[in-house]
Structure formats: C-alpha cells, structure tokens
C-alpha cells in the first residue's frame, strides 16, 4: 500500500465523574464524539526517515515525530511521510492529543499492513489514562460512558491522560448513537488553555473529590442525562448539562477558566440555550438548543463584540469513529 488516508472526529468531555476512588475505582467519564472539526492525515511510504509536512502540521510537529519513530522503530518499518491537511486546534478541550496519536498509529500499521489492536494501541501511544472518551471516539464515535479505573491497582493516582502512561483505557458502559437532529452549538471564546505541569497540579493538589460530590454528579448522569438521551428528551438532556457544571470535578474546571468564558455561558443560557457546558478544561463550550441556527448568529455578535474575539460553529455527531481509506 502506498498512501493511506485517516479522518477523525473530535470530542467533547462532559465530565469526569469519581476523582474520590472510594468504591475502588477512579476516573469514569462521559461524552460524545463530534464530525468536526477533525484531523486528515495523508500517510506515504519513505525508504527511511520521517517527513512532516502541511501548514497545519506545526504544533503537532513533536507529537507526530515521537509516535512516529515509536512506530518506526518498534516495527522495523521503512520511512514515513506525514501530510497533515485539517486538525483539531491543540488545547481547545476538543481532545486533539488522543486523535492524533490514534489516527497516526493505525494509519502507520494500515500503511506497513501491520496488525494493531484497540485493546493494545491506546497504551502504546499513551492515551486513555484517565478518559476513555477519546479513544472510544475514535474507535466507534456516539454517546459514551465508561467505567473508570480499579484503584489503586490498575491506577494508583489522580493524574491526567497526558500523564497516565502505561494504564490500559478504562471499559465502556455505555455507547449509544447521539441524535443527528440535536445540532450542538460549539463555542471557543477566548478563554485559557490548561494542560502540562498546572493541569497535573490542579489534580494533585484538589483530589480527593469530596463523596458527596461525586455521588450527586452520579445521580445527574444516571438519572437525568442518560433516560433523556434514551427519550431524547432535549429540555432534560440540557438540563444535566447545566447542573454538571456545579458539582464534582467539572466544577473546579469551570472556575479554572477565565471569566469571560462564564460570562459567554451565562449569554448563552440568556439567549435561550437549554444547557451550556464546558468540555473537559475548555475554553470550548457546548449548547442545546431548540433552535441552533438563530443560537449561532446571536453567538456570532457577542464574540464579536469581545476582546479576542473568539468563533463559533454548529457540529453534529460522529456515530461511526475515524474513517481510515488507502
């Protein structure tokens, strides 16, 4: 084979549910695969080396040079060039890291006709830690809800994905398709961008969640979110939405940002939106509504009218995972 092609969905993350581990377990998440923004990765046999090439390929360049000699050198594989063509913008809270990693290993393996599994490529790129929305996006895309992690046997730890190497991803509960018809308005105002050393810092230094946090966000989601997605109840699925925002986890993610990411939720639910979040650390934001369209344009003025700006755009779901072609 002498090109393969991936195209990935992004994610957003509603929530990660136990950072307390008290029944024994960690982690636990919930979230829904998006068609876009998504990477496209055009992958093509070299004799030997690497090349990166694309003008979006930049701020990837390091990750895509690492998963690639990994590949490379694991593998006893020929040359690679990498072509990236669309992205996922790093740090948005979209989940750019699983994808790429994801999308470059499985189309280097399609590229070389080598046999990767889903149980082993996640840990041998690093990813799925902490989250398993990522990765479980990537495979099959939907509505997901997975398990979290034994602890502390299988994760002895309150860190991140970026720093849970060598910990298998957790399993799904849950993977439903999403409502085609529930358009989600995607908003990145100008917030911050919280990963590395303070994204580590914040879970070390605030975990322990408190039980009665994490018992309360467990009640929003099996009782509230997960029956209205089933009904596709959109009034009560936005509901969960707003009332995942103050509690748990997701909580200190929220006063993590900078105010003018509250002060755009606080437009949003003005303007009509029946539940705003915040996914993972943001700055994006999501919100249902039982009209998008003229959600989007109203959003369209208001970042305007803000410093730094900010953009916003319509998506819907991915409910079939990355597409690899070649």
């Not at 092609?5 to 950072?19: C, E, K, N, Q, W």
């Amino acid at each position: 084979m002498s090109e393969v092609i991936v195209r990935t969905p992004s994610r957003l993350h509603f929530a990660l549910m136990d950072l307390n581990g008290s029944l024994g377990r960690i982690d636990g998440s919930v979230g829904v695969a998006l068609e876009r923004p998504g990477f496209r990765i055009r992958l093509r046999k070299l004799v030997h080396g690497l090349s990166i090439e694309g003008d979006k390929a930049p701020p990837f360049a390091d990750r895509i040079a690492h998963i690639a000699n990994m590949m490379m050198e694991r593998f006893d594989l020929g040359g690679v060039e990498v072509i990236v063509e669309e992205i996922i913008p790093p740090h948005w809270g979209l989940g750019s890291g699983t994808q790429i990693s994801l999308a470059l290993a499985h189309g280097i393996a399609r590229l070389y006709g080598v046999n990767l599994s889903r149980k082993e490529t996640p840990v041998l790129v690093g990813r799925g830690g902490t989250s398993g929305i990522g990765v479980a996006a990537f495979y099959e895309g939907g509505f997901i809800l997975d398990g979290g992690h034994r602890f502390p046997d299988q994760k002895s730890s309150y860190l991140p994905s970026s720093a849970s190497k060598g910990t298998s991803p957790p399993p799904v509960i849950l993977r439903r398709d999403f409502p085609d018809e529930w358009k989600l308005l995607i908003v990145i105002p100008p917030g911050r961008h919280v990963s590395g050393d303070e994204e580590v810092k914040l879970f070390t230094s605030l975990c322990p969640v408190p039980l009665c946090e994490v018992e309360k966000l467990s009640h929003i989601i099996l009782m509230e979110m997960l029956p209205a997605l089933i009904e596709r109840d959109l009034d009560r699925f936005g509901d969960s939405i707003d009332r995942i925002q103050e509690v748990g986890w997701k909580r200190i993610e929220v006063e993590a940002q900078e105010e003018v990411v509250r002060e755009t939720m606080r437009f949003l639910k003005r303007e009509g939106a029946l539940g705003v979040g915040l996914s993972s650390w943001g700055p994006t934001l999501y919100a249902v509504s039982r009209d998008p369209e003229s959600l989007f344009e109203k959003t369209k003025r208001f970042l305007n009218s803000l410093s730094g700006n900010g953009i916003c755009f319509l998506a819907g779901p991915n409910n079939s995972g990355a597409l690899i072609s070649g």
